[in-house]
């Protein structure tokens, strides 16, 4: 009944949930490059469909807001918050019977510029399980921020520009809203920038944010997309001290494969025990599970769920963290 190939396409359902490639009607969950395609028509919330046309500039958008029923094509369908970066929704169908939620990627946690997941009561939950390993714990957000702000002001006493590496979409204005709101100058690669306006556009308001050009960065933090860090511009700030924002940052030999002199844990997934949280308050009768560790399933089927994976297994499960952590990269720096 549920398949996943192209994008999630559930039987009798006449739209892609997050097609990967181009599709004639998907529903968009937010609009990373790993969940979008220049679609012909596209569901979304708002401001996923400002994101996309930023993206992709043509396409035939439906704009549906958070919590309001509608019926798309015969099927009734409302969208809920997911967490994950401003406007990013969770759709909740209700199919054949079946209250079906996908989650997309989600995190319980409040983000600075975006509300938590809302936990719909689902029959059939398919859910996003990239860091579905007990293992991954975050710290709270508070501790986070708390500690990448503790690093700027060690970087300024240093004499140093703390250089934040970060996702153009979503992590970058997370990273600018804590750090301006606790008074930290930003500056911020143009590509964040015409980001950052569209994010100020949905109501976000951004202190002491400017865009990087040829300034003096003495004082200033600067927030940069990954792909940059070997340019030119990036060569020009000195002395300095990197940091990559990523739950990977967990993993202990994260601060060598993404290059930077520290990786720090801000996530904007769940980790393992809000995954779990997720389910038990849902309390499905069936779970499929996508992206991340296909062994996510194995432990949900021992903690009592009927659960799948919708990808196939792996050979083995691979459990050295490094690994793992550099067979994420490829796909973590086009998820921006
Ligand atoms: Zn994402």
Request: one cysteine or more.
């Amino acid at each position: 009944m549920i398949s996943y190939e192209k994008g999630i396409k559930i039987e009798g359902v006449p739209f892609f949930l997050d097609a990967r490639t181009k599709a004639d009607f998907s529903f968009v969950s937010h609009a990373h490059f790993d969940h979008i395609a220049p679609h012909r028509k596209v569901l979304a919330t708002p401001e996923t469909l400002l994101f996309f046309r930023h993206r992709y500039k043509k396409t035939t958008g439906r704009a549906l807001p958070l919590r309001r029923k509608q019926t798309v094509e015969g099927v009734k369908i409302e969208l809920f918050p997911s967490g994950h970066i401003l406007g990013g929704a969770q759709i909740l169908l209700e199919h054949r019977g079946k209250r079906i939620v996908y989650t997309g990627d989600f995190t319980l946690s409040p983000g600075w510029t975006s509300p938590p997941a809302e936990v719909p009561k689902a029959d059939i939950v398919i859910m996003e399980s990239t860091y579905g390993l007990p293992r991954y714990q975050f710290p709270t957000r508070e501790e986070v921020a708390d500690l990448i702000c503790r690093k700027v002001e060690e970087a300024f006493a240093e004499k140093k520009t703390p250089v934040f590496l970060a996702y153009p979409l979503g992590k970058s204005q997370e990273a600018a809203k804590l750090l301006g709101d606790r008074g930290i100058s930003v500056l911020v690669h143009s590509s964040i920038f015409a980001i950052c306006k569209i994010y100020e556009r949905c109501g976000v308001a951004f202190k002491k944010l400017d865009v990087l050009s040829n300034q003096s960065t003495a004082k200033k933090a600067v927030i940069l997309p990954p792909y940059l860090w070997r340019s030119r511009q990036v060569a020009q700030i000195s002395p300095k001290k990197s940091f990559f924002l990523s739950g990977w940052g967990l993993d202990g030999g994260s601060r060598q494969s993404f290059q930077a002199d520290e990786v720090l844990p801000l996530s904007d997934h769940a980790d393992f025990a809000q995954l779990l949280a997720y389910l038990e308050e849902a309390q499905p009768e069936k779970v499929y599970t996508l992206h991340g560790f296909v062994e996510f399933a194995e432990i949900l089927r021992q903690r009592g769920f009927d659960a799948q994976s919708l990808e196939a297994p792996t050979a083995a499960p691979n459990l050295d963290p490094v690994s793992q952590a550099v067979e994420f990269l490829p796909s973590l720096f086009k998820q921006s």
